[in-house]
T-cell receptor, first 112, second 109 residues
Framework: SQTIHQWPATLVQPVGSPLSLECTVE??????LYWYRQAAGRGLQLLFY??????ISSEVPQNLSASRPQDRQFILSSKKLLLSDSGFYLC???????????FGNGTRLTVT | RKEVEQDPGPFNVPEGATVAFNCTYS??????FFWYRQDCRKEPKLLMS???SGNEDGRFTAQLNRASQYISLLIRDSKLSDSATYLC??????????FGAGTTVTVRA
């Protein structure tokens, strides 16, 4: 069966520091991969999605970037965090086609 | 107009009651529909798909009304453990998904 791993679970970082969140999927090949952010009490905001290695689409312009160096690895990065980057970051995967998303456990990021 | 809209609630219901709520979508070309459940400070988890003919999974019933462009979720015999935020998801194409902001349900003893 397929599993998704996302880490770390919790992160506290100062403003201006870099960020790297990693997500890996097991048990499937060539999944669609997604990064979402959820601010406190708010809905899910799609940040990036990827349909294949090296293919990244950005939904919202910001100081974040994403990379997919391997088929089942998706990384979210920032060179300099802002206070507004605080939130709950969720990685998700889906099969190709109109399939539902399956989420990782999420990373709760607090920028201080 | 938002692509997907949900009544945020909260719906406060006693144990054993039935609760139902809708989710409207704006794009008539939407292809697939799902309900997710999200507990506080946790990731969303797939609850059920929504099929054109309507479908049931235990105490949960989902329906799709394409003419009026909404999906619905009905929970029968509510349990305390059903307290959560329920998110609807509408898929337009292979990568284009839209999430509703969620409907909060609180089941009280």
């Amino acid at each position: 069966s397929q599993t998704i791993h996302q880490w770390p679970a919790t992160l506290v970082q100062p403003v201006g520091s870099p960020l790297s969140l990693e997500c890996t999927v097991e048990g499937t090949s060539n999944p669609n991969l997604y990064w979402y952010r959820q601010a406190a009490g708010r809905g899910l905001q799609l940040l990036f999605y990827s349909v294949g290695i090296g293919q990244i689409s950005s939904e919202v312009p910001q100081n974040l970037s994403a990379s997919r160096p391997q088929d089942r690895q998706f990384i979210l990065s920032s060179k300099k965090l802002l206070l507004s980057d605080s939130g709950f970051y969720l990685c998700a995967w889906s099969l190709q086609g109109r399939s539902p998303l399956h989420f990782g456990n999420g990373t709760r990021l607090t920028v201080t | 107009r938002k692509e997907v809209e949900q009544d945020p609630g909260p719906f406060n219901v006693p144990e054993g009651a039935t609760v139902a709520f809708n989710c409207t979508y704006s794009n008539s070309a939407s292809q697939s529909f799902f309900w997710y459940r999200q507990d506080c400070r946790k990731e969303p988890k797939l609850l059920m798909s929504v099929y054109s003919s309507g479908n049931e999974d235990g105490r949960f019933t989902a329906q799709l009304n394409r003419a009026s462009q909404y999906i619905s979720l009905l929970i029968r015999d509510s349990k305390l453990s059903d307290s959560a935020t329920y998110l609807c998801v509408v898929i337009l194409n292979d990568y284009k998904l839209s999430f509703g902001a969620g409907t909060t349900v609180t089941v009280r003893a």
